[in-house]
């Protein structure tokens, strides 16, 4: 495959993926786990959560949330940096209001690789990096 055919699909899944991602957050928090790896690591505004039980009770405890995303990019890792694993690199920027505060400027990053099973290719979280962007309040 050449490589804008691999960029193209690169991007497709990530904005499947994050239509996914975003509404799941929004609505049905509580199967947001179930988008990350047994394994992946979260950094939310620097404060670091590892495993399945630690993104678990981290998303417990965030209150009810409204996204907006401004922005998507995404790009296909190279697949020396990767052996063997497809992965893809999405940022997304927007707002997100959290119940009872004011709308937050956020930026966030996934590293997403692709799990292979006999019927399908299904995109997991190895790494997510949220933070907010509001330079005015800091």
């Given at each position: 495959?050449?490589?804008?055919?691999?960029?193209?699909?690169?991007?497709?899944?990530?904005?499947?993926?994050?239509?996914?991602?975003?509404?799941?957050?929004?609505?049905?928090?509580?199967?947001?786990?179930?988008?990350?790896?047994?394994?992946?690591?979260?950094?939310?505004?620097?404060?670091?959560?590892?495993?399945?039980?630690?993104?678990?009770?981290?998303?417990?405890?965030?209150?009810?949330?409204?996204?907006?995303?401004?922005?998507?990019?995404?790009?296909?890792?190279?697949?020396?940096?990767?052996?063997?694993?497809?992965?893809?690199l999405v940022v997304t920027s927007?707002?997100?209001?959290?119940?009872?505060?004011?709308?937050?400027?956020?930026?966030?990053?996934?590293?997403?690789?692709?799990?292979?099973?006999?019927?399908?290719?299904?995109?997991?979280?190895?790494?997510?990096?949220?933070?907010?962007?509001?330079?005015?309040?800091?």
């Amino acid at each position: 495959m050449d490589f804008k055919t691999y960029v193209d699909q690169a991007c497709r899944a990530a904005e499947e993926f994050v239509h996914i991602y975003y509404e799941t957050m929004d609505k049905r928090r509580r199967v947001l786990p179930r988008l990350y790896l047994d394994t992946a690591t979260l950094l939310w505004n620097g404060n670091v959560v590892t495993g399945m039980d630690g993104i678990t009770n981290f998303f417990e405890m965030l209150p009810s949330s409204e996204f907006q995303i401004n922005m998507l990019d995404c790009q296909p890792v190279h697949e020396q940096a990767t052996p063997s694993q497809s992965t893809v690199l999405v940022v997304t920027s927007g707002t997100v209001k959290f119940d009872g505060s004011h709308p937050h400027y956020y930026n966030q990053n996934f590293l997403l690789t692709a799990q292979s099973t006999p019927n399908q290719t299904v995109w997991k979280i190895a790494s997510d990096c949220f933070r907010f962007q509001d330079w005015s309040n800091n």
